[in-house]
């Protein structure tokens, strides 16, 4: 069995999950998601945990298996903790400004870049060269951060641009002068 797929998940007291045919819906403090499971797959509740159980051993139930399993897991996390992307701008005039809810970009093109937040993504700028991407739902937020960081990658010459808050960037040299 796989590994993944046979643990448990616990619901916390703040979350309601509801398994009706093939769809998991999840509904927390920080809001609500769903998810469709495969028609190979059950998912059993029992007090306060879920189960995801499989049918049979072939590959394509062993893969889906443990899969499922984490999407659930992150739906629960993410309804009850939330989720988060830090994202560092660095560069000379590269700033980030919160202009209600979107969020504006200056990243030394001749425009400032707007970003506006899918539902239920929240941008937050502490300081104008760092923004925190926020939400319950983690392929979101994930996707958010990196359309994010495309707009202007970081440099491997200068370092400028925009990075994830523990990404490190690999430094070239420049040109070597004789």
Known sequence: ???????????????????????????????ELEQVVSDRLDVVQEEGRLLVERHSDEPVD?????????????????????????????GVGYKAILKGEALEL????????????????EFEVPVPTRVIVRGCDKQK????????????KPDPYKGKGIRYRDEYVRRKAGKAIK
Do not use: C
Not at 1 to 29: C, F, H, Q, W, Y
Not at 63 to 73: A, D, E, F, Y
Not at 143 to 151: E, L, Y
């Open 141 to 152: 937020v994930g996707q958010v951060a990196a359309d994010i960081r495309r707009m202007r």
């Open 106 to 121: 200056q990243l030394g093109y001749s425009n400032p870049r707007g970003v506006e937040p899918p539902a239920g993504v």
């Open 62 to 90: 062993r893969s889906l298996h443990g899969l499922t399993r984490t999407l659930i897991h992150n739906m629960v996390r993410g309804v009850t903790d939330g989720f988060e992307k830090v994202l560092e701008i660095q």
């Open 1 to 31: 069995m796989s590994r993944v797929g046979r643990m448990p998940i616990e619901v916390p007291a703040s979350a309601t999950v509801t398994v009706s045919d093939n769809l998991v819906r999840v509904k927390g403090p920080k809001g």
